[in-house]
């Protein structure tokens, strides 16, 4: 059984950083893509960075310059810099990996708030 653990969630003030983390652990032969979702009431889950195994990365637009996604082996980070209210979420961790049986699956962390206060 594959579990992803988030951490570093929290109450930052407008223009502070913040860093999230993401372990995954359990029976793992590889992962491909690792990625940061994001939640608000009311709002689609909205992707914010995602990263290749291969190293290549993604950004949405509205955080691209601020964010920055990294990876280690089975853990993926979000660097969130200059955050703004509007950042203000329940972010995901996601990953493409392959666990059992011949095809990659996506499992998901269970979630942890970003606040922003202006």
């Known amino acids: 059984q594959v579990q992803l653990v988030e951490s570093g969630g929290g109450l930052v003030q407008a223009g502070g950083p913040l860093r999230l983390s993401c372990a995954a652990s359990?029976?793992?032969?590889?992962?491909?893509?690792m990625a940061w979702y994001r939640q608000t009431p009311g709002k689609q889950l909205e992707l914010v960075a995602s990263?290749?195994?291969?190293?290549g990365t993604n950004y949405a637009d509205s955080v691209r310059g601020r964010f920055t996604i990294s990876r280690d082996n089975v853990k993926v980070y979000l660097q969130m810099n200059s955050l703004k209210p509007e950042d203000t979420a329940v972010y995901y961790c996601?990953?493409?990996?392959?666990?059992?049986?011949?095809?990659?699956?996506?499992?998901w962390g269970q979630g942890t708030q970003v606040t922003v206060s202006s």
């Open positions: 996601n990953a493409n990996i392959w666990s059992s049986g011949l095809r990659y699956a996506d499992y």
């Open positions: 359990g029976k793992i032969f590889s992962i491909n893509t």
């Open positions: 990263t290749l195994s291969g190293g």
